[in-house]
């Protein structure tokens, strides 16, 4: 079946402009996160939705940084007035209901350069 | 908070076996997870540990010691395919159910 789509692959933009990312979960898959990945780093915690509950925004890193889950599937990921160390690879995951084993699904991320 | 420990670099030959280590300070431990990830690729899910003791997936084993808090993975007839990160990972808190991860161990495979 499909996995994680996101989009746009790769996004090049310049200081000070919004951009918008976008994740599409697995069908099915209620929990969905926001990570960021610094060039050979881990990765970092951003945003995490679960169902209908009120989304944990304890890693979004600034107040330039928000994100939305529409409809419980897609979620955008939304950078006001980006900076250059806003550049990563920002990618989504989803898991499905009732996981133990803690399971996310990746998508392959969206490449921000900010120049 | 949490904070997990790994080797940056790990080099190793075809055939051969390599573990890579991992130790963890989390509040509310739920478990112990890997992810394996190739350049420009998306992190895949390798394996998860909840309990004390050894997991094998085919080439794949991981261990866990809560005691210690302390795991590892480890590969096996090793290949070249498997040269890639590896990042072991915890659940971020109780409560939370988004993954705190390390820095990731570059495994190189060389002929």
């Known amino acids: 079946g499909a996995g994680v789509s996101q989009s746009p692959s790769n996004k090049v933009t310049e200081k000070g402009k919004d951009v918008e990312l976008r994740c599409d979960p697995i069908s099915g898959h209620t929990a969905l996160y926001w990570y960021r990945q610094s060039l050979g780093q881990g990765l970092e915690f951003l945003i995490y939705f679960q169902g209908n509950s009120a989304p944990d925004k304890s890693g979004l890193p600034s107040d330039r940084f928000s994100a939305e889950r529409t409809g419980g599937s897609v979620s955008t990921l939304t950078i006001q007035r980006t900076q250059q160390e806003d550049s990563a690879v920002y990618l989504c995951?989803?898991?499905?209901?009732?996981?133990?084993?803690?399971?996310?699904?990746f998508g392959p991320g969206t490449r921000l350069l900010v120049l | 908070g949490q904070s997990l420990e790994q080797p940056s670099e790990v080099t190793a030959v075809e055939g051969a076996i390599v573990q890579i280590n991992c130790t963890y300070q989390t509040s509310g431990f739920y478990g112990l997870s890997w992810y394996q990830q190739h350049d420009g690729g998306a992190p895949t899910f390798l394996s998860y540990?909840?309990?004390?003791g050894l997991e094998e997936t085919g080439r794949f084993s991981s261990f866990l010691s809560r005691s210690d808090s302390y795991g590892y993975l480890l590969l096996q007839e090793l290949q070249m395919k498997d040269s890639a990160s590896y990042f072991c990972?915890?659940?971020?808190?109780?409560?939370?159910?988004?993954?705190?991860f390390g820095s990731g161990t570059r495994l190189q495979v060389q002929p």
């Open positions: 540990n909840a309990l004390d």
């Open positions: 990972a915890v659940r971020g808190g109780t409560g939370r159910r988004a993954l705190t």
């Open positions: 995951a989803s898991s499905p209901p009732a996981s133990p084993q803690e399971t996310q699904y």
